[in-house]
DNA sequence: ATATGGATGCAA
DNA sequence: TGCATCCATATT
């Protein structure tokens, strides 16, 4: 399991050595997993697209926090982002995370997404922010769940070997910096939502 | 192209 | 208190 060192991190180094690592989401019969594809760095003070880039507020707090806690918020009032805190405490940082490849319970998340789990592809479970949120069950109620405590609901578990190569863009669907390099996807997956 | 619709932050 | 904005998605 990625301890709170992993995620005390340089928010794009984070963001880079998580493509290919595993999330698990919840517990019992309705966990879940998947691997990553496709994962933004969203930085402090000099970033403008980040909601941290305007320094504290309300919701941008939790990015000036501990690392290794998901930041989770709702985006055009019906989509949540699952985002994990970076950096020391006291500096802020996040990733998005933003694709993801079923790896367990992928019966599940189809059905959580409404789909048909035999006739949807891959790519229809859990390709964008708010797609995976949806096939994780992950709601406002996980902001600030701590990664891989005793009995996580959220955990994130590494793949040595995954045989990853990692390619480096621009952000997606921001308005801000939409130039700088931040998003970091696993090259040729058919599941990245772009 | 367009409808959807809650939370947030800032101006007033 | 009002309102523009928002790291999206499904549907036409």
Redesign the pocket.
């Known amino acids: 399991m990625l301890t709170p060192e992993f995620f005390a991190r340089d928010t794009l180094t984070v963001a880079h050595d998580l493509i290919g690592a595993e999330i698990i989401a919840g517990t019992g019969p309705d966990a879940v997993a998947g691997r990553i594809v496709e994962a933004?760095a969203?930085l402090g003070q000099a970033d403008p697209?980040?909601?941290?880039g305007?320094?504290w507020?309300?919701?941008?707090a939790i990015m000036f926090g501990p690392p290794a806690v998901a930041y989770v918020?709702?985006?055009?009032?019906?989509?949540h982002?699952l985002?994990f805190v970076t950096e020391p405490e006291g500096t802020p940082g996040?990733v998005?995370i933003?694709a993801l490849v079923p790896v367990s319970g992928r019966e599940i998340m189809a059905r959580r997404?409404?789909l048909d789990p035999a006739a949807c592809r891959d790519q229809d479970i859990a390709?964008?922010?708010?797609?995976?949120c949806?096939a994780l069950g992950i709601d406002?109620s996980w902001n600030g769940v701590p990664l891989g405590s005793s009995a996580p609901r959220l955990a994130v578990r590494s793949v040595s070997g995954n045989g990853v190569r990692v390619e480096r863009t621009p952000?997606?669907?921001?308005?801000?910096a939409v130039d700088l390099p931040y998003r970091f996807v696993a090259a040729g997956s058919p599941c990245l939502?772009d």
């Open positions: 933004e969203y697209a980040s909601h941290a305007r320094g507020t309300p919701r941008s918020y709702m985006i055009y009032g019906m989509h982002c985002n996040a998005l933003r997404r409404g390709s964008g922010p708010g797609r995976l949806q406002l952000r997606i669907g921001i308005r801000k939502t």
